[in-house]
């Protein structure tokens, strides 16, 4: 019985730590990044939702893309993201097009969903050559 | 002649002769003051110029620093009452002159407890003062590593390098977003660019404030590092020199405990060498005469 609260003990500690660690890293994002890539997230999903008819995701995606536009600017403009080396900050801007997919998308004046699709590789051509089984 | 009152002296004069010697520990009314620093982080983002001036002006206001002045008021006091003193004793004689003598020896004793005690404060506060710019140069010569790791250097030329594609299309992103998506402009965009014409007046004026110089040392402009490895320098050398002023106040301690012993010694003497003029009624042979009738 000693034995099992020690090792009771043990793994709440283990896990009180890592949840420690977990939140001083997420605590280390820069708050306008979080924003941006929530909000782009839910962009993207707004493109792939099945359930929402055509107009439903039209209006869904003109509100989420103004909304956007913004956030990309001030993420862009932040001073406190310079040089900031987080994994996240590092990943956002390694790929331009992927990550300020609002104002990219009007660069290549392509519509929003087509931009996205085309930076994931996923065209045509790729869906129709592509065949089910294991990787 | 009048004797003067040495069994009421000689106590007194012990108490301070080894009190001299032992050289008493500071008053415990500036056990409890501290000096608690700005943090080093706002000190990191001031000119290099003002650094030294925001870490005295912090210092000043603590109350270590207003215990310390307290006392080099009551020090400066008590050096005029020194001065009194020492010319009053050349006047007076006699027992007057003992008491003064008395007197001038405790006030140099009280002296060098207070010049104690202030010591001790000066100590804490150029440690605290060497602490604080030791955490600066931490925090610069960490700052200066990561803008020299590659990582962050490929990283800072990609964020230029977004900032910059943002600004070359933002006018054409304007166009066709509204093409695509009618509707007004939104206010983050408006006041961002009311703004951006006052930020650059801004910018300019910080360039050419005078304030915003070089650090200088000798004349010479430095890095602020270097200016920061500079006020390093200079409190250790304080601190080094308050080593010194320790042994000088040893020895002063010294020299008023021989003095009080030299002072007790004369006044034993006088004790001894004063009384009856007459033969010593102690020794038997002097006393034959009151037995013979």
Not at chain 1, 11 to 26: E, I, N, R
């Amino acid at each position: 019985m000693l034995k099992q609260s020690n090792h009771s003990t043990f793994l709440t500690l283990f896990f009180l730590v890592c949840a420690a660690c977990g939140t001083a890293v997420a605590e280390e994002e820069p708050r306008t990044l979080q924003n941006m890539e929530r909000e782009r997230s839910l962009m993207v999903d707004a493109m792939l939702n099945p359930g929402l008819s055509p107009d439903q995701r039209h209006v869904q995606l003109a509100t989420a893309q103004r909304r956007l536009v913004d956030l990309e600017r001030i993420v862009l403009r932040d001073p406190n993201i310079v040089g900031h080396r987080s994994v996240v900050v590092r990943r956002a801007f390694a790929n331009y097009d992927l990550t300020f997919l609002v104002h990219a998308s009007a660069e290549n004046s392509r519509h929003l969903t087509d931009h996205w699709l085309t930076e994931m590789g996923i065209s045509t051509a790729t869906l129709s050559r592509a065949r089910k089984g294991r990787r | 002649m009048i004797k003067p009152n040495a069994d009421k002296l000689r106590p007194s004069l012990a108490i301070l002769s080894v009190a001299g010697l032992l050289m008493a520990f500071p008053a415990s009314g500036s056990d409890q003051v501290s000096w608690d620093p700005v943090s080093s982080e706002r000190l990191v983002r001031l000119p290099a110029t003002y650094l030294e001036k925001a870490v005295q002006r912090d210092f000043q206001s603590s109350p270590l620093a207003g215990r310390m002045f307290d006392l080099e008021d009551r020090a400066n006091a008590m050096g005029r009452t020194l001065a009194e003193l020492r010319d009053a004793i050349e006047l007076a004689d006699g027992e007057v002159e003992i008491e003064l003598r008395h007197q001038y020896l405790a006030e140099k004793s009280a002296y060098l407890d207070t010049m104690e005690e202030r010591q001790e404060l000066k100590r804490r506060g150029l440690n605290t003062k060497i602490g604080v710019f030791q955490s600066v140069l931490r925090k610069l010569k960490r700052s200066r590593s990561l803008a020299d790791d590659p990582v962050t250097v490929d990283l800072i030329e990609k964020q230029a390098a977004a900032t910059r594609r943002l600004e070359n299309s933002i006018e054409q992103v304007d166009a066709r977003l509204f093409e695509a998506v009618p509707g007004e402009e939104s206010r983050y965009s408006e006041e961002y660019r009311q703004n951006l014409g006052r930020i650059s007046e801004l910018q300019q004026a910080i360039q050419v404030h005078r304030a915003n110089g070089p650090a200088l040392i000798g004349g010479e402009a430095v890095t602020r590092e270097a200016y920061v490895r500079h006020l390093l320098a200079q409190a250790e050398a304080g601190l080094a020199l308050l080593n010194q002023e320790q042994e000088m106040l040893g020895y002063m301690a010294k020299l008023v405990a021989l003095d009080a012993q030299a002072l007790q010694y004369e006044l034993e003497h006088v004790d001894s060498d004063s009384g009856s003029t007459g033969p010593d009624p102690s020794r038997l042979a002097n006393s034959v005469q009151y037995f013979i009738e």
